[in-house]
């Protein structure tokens, strides 16, 4: 089994940027499509972005894209999210996760297929 956390959340105004990071532990061998969702108050989980290695696919939600990049470090079994231009309606709590593309790749994340995910990270973004 393979265990995430997550961290890296925090308040920032308008404006601002957070990275967030993503540590695995446990059987990190198959650490190949890792994603992010999130969930605002209130909100379903959205997928946020995914990225697979071997096929070397990236999903973006259209919300996020071109402000946020995710990323994945082998090396040291992590992936990051690192946000710009954080806005009001980014304000969640989120959450990485392994899982196949087809989980992961899409607003509405299919949960029930995911292999891991960790406890969240909070981000709140203020005007």
């Known amino acids: 089994q393979v265990q995430l956390m997550e961290s890296g959340g925090g308040s920032v105004q308008t404006g601002g940027s957070l990275r967030l990071s993503c540590t695995a532990s446990?059987?990190?061998?198959?650490?190949?499509?890792v994603g992010w969702f999130r969930q605002g108050p209130g909100k379903e989980p959205e997928g946020v972005a995914a990225?697979?290695?071997?096929?070397?696919?990236?999903f973006y939600s259209p919300g996020v894209k071109g402000r946020f990049t995710i990323s994945l470090d082998n090396s040291n079994n992590s992936a990051s999210l690192q946000m710009n231009s954080l806005q009001p309606e980014d304000t969640a709590m989120y959450y990485c996760?392994?899982?196949?593309?087809?989980?992961?790749?899409?607003?509405?994340?299919?949960?029930?297929?995911?292999?891991?995910r960790g406890q969240g990270t909070m981000v709140t973004v203020s005007s």
């Open positions: 996760a392994l899982a196949h593309w087809a989980a992961m790749a899409g607003v509405k994340p299919d949960l029930g297929e995911l292999r891991a």
């Open positions: 446990g059987d990190t061998s198959r650490l190949n499509c």
């Open positions: 990225f697979c290695k071997s096929a070397k696919k990236t």
